[in-house]
């Protein structure tokens, strides 16, 4: 399975350069990758640097300001394998999407449809009525179990914070 790790937002200067809005923690985590894949395509990185919370990348094969315009608003992809691990408390979307969300009790409040990156994040719970909106701050989710997709919220705090 293939992590999509950012966006290119448009071409940095005439030399082919890209500018990517990381979906990753940080920017600075594009340092360490050594290639993406963008639409089935391998690109090696040649260079990445870093600024203002964004990500500039030089391509292999992107030589210009016109080669990287056609990349504008494309996804970046890394293969699972070579991303590297999650700080403690920390998780890839991928692993959260589908995750089945239940009360500390053990009540079953539906499924993790969508995650928006935001200061706290906000998740978007899917049950077979409607859509809830709640931030993952601290004291709503209890515990993450990705092996199981399963998520643990307080239903005080959730009952508090959700948003219909």
């Known amino acids: 399975?293939?992590?999509?790790?950012?966006?290119i937002v448009k071409p940095q200067g005439i030399r082919g350069e890209i500018k990517v809005l990381p979906?990753?923690?940080?920017?600075?985590?594009?340092?360490?990758?050594?290639?993406?894949?963008i639409d089935g395509a391998e690109y090696k990185i040649l260079n990445a640097r870093t600024g203002d919370g964004m990500a500039y990348l030089?391509?292999?094969?992107?030589?210009?300001?016109?080669?990287?315009?056609?990349l504008r608003n494309k996804e970046l992809l890394l293969p699972r394998d070579e991303a590297p691990a999650p700080e403690e408390g920390s998780y890839y979307i991928a692993d959260l999407i589908g995750s089945e969300i239940v009360t500390e009790?053990?009540?079953?409040?539906?499924?993790?449809k969508e995650i928006r990156q935001a200061a706290t994040d906000i998740y978007t719970l899917e049950t077979e009525k409607e859509e809830i909106l709640f931030p993952a701050a601290a004291g709503v989710v209890l515990a993450v179990d990705t092996e199981y997709k399963k998520i643990t919220v307080s239903e005080k705090r959730f009952k508090e914070v959700a948003v219909l």
């Open 1 to 7: 399975m293939d992590l999509v790790i950012g966006k």
């Open 23 to 37: 979906y990753t923690d940080g920017a600075d985590a594009f340092k360490d990758i050594k290639r993406v894949f």
């Open 58 to 70: 030089s391509l292999r094969g992107v030589a210009d300001r016109n080669a990287a315009e056609l």
């Open 105 to 112: 009790t053990g009540k079953i409040l539906g499924t993790l």
